[in-house]
């Protein structure tokens, strides 16, 4: 299994230790910059998604990974840190028994008419409206 994370930042995450339990079986990229939708730079944040996805390229190349995690791909093809034909290109391009899993909220119709499989969550209500700060072992 291969994770990229294309948001979060540098910080342990609740994902990054779940999927520790899983040892050498699991190869873990943290490639985001943190929340960026606050962002001060945005030809930086373009750069890291851009760096986050040519690891994605040499990974999705790697035959012995079978499962490719993009954690929060699409919030950065949401704010448009990444070209969406050539992200879709790529995904629908991979090599026969690569399976992706793409998450975070407002996939682009593109990505979505390209996908094998969509689920999506719908939110009901999230505490950081009443303005709970993200929390360690929730958000994180």
Do not use: C
């Amino acid at each position: 299994v291969g994770v990229v994370q294309f948001i979060k930042g540098a910080w342990q995450t609740g994902e990054q230790e779940a999927f520790a339990a899983f040892g050498d079986k699991v190869v873990w990229h943290t490639m985001g910059e943190g929340f960026t939708w606050e962002t001060q730079d945005l030809a930086r944040d373009r750069a890291a998604a851009a760096r986050a996805f040519a690891k994605v390229r040499e990974l999705m190349e790697d035959e012995t990974i079978a499962l490719l995690v993009l954690d929060e791909l699409n919030i950065a093809l949401r704010y448009d840190y990444l070209d969406l034909a050539e992200v879709v290109s790529a995904l629908t391009a991979r090599r026969p028994g690569l399976h992706v899993v793409v998450t975070g909220r407002n996939a682009k119709p593109e990505l979505i008419a390209a996908a094998d499989l969509v689920t999506e969550m719908g939110l009901v209500k999230h505490h950081f409206a009443a303005g709970v700060k993200a929390q360690a072992g929730i958000e994180f």
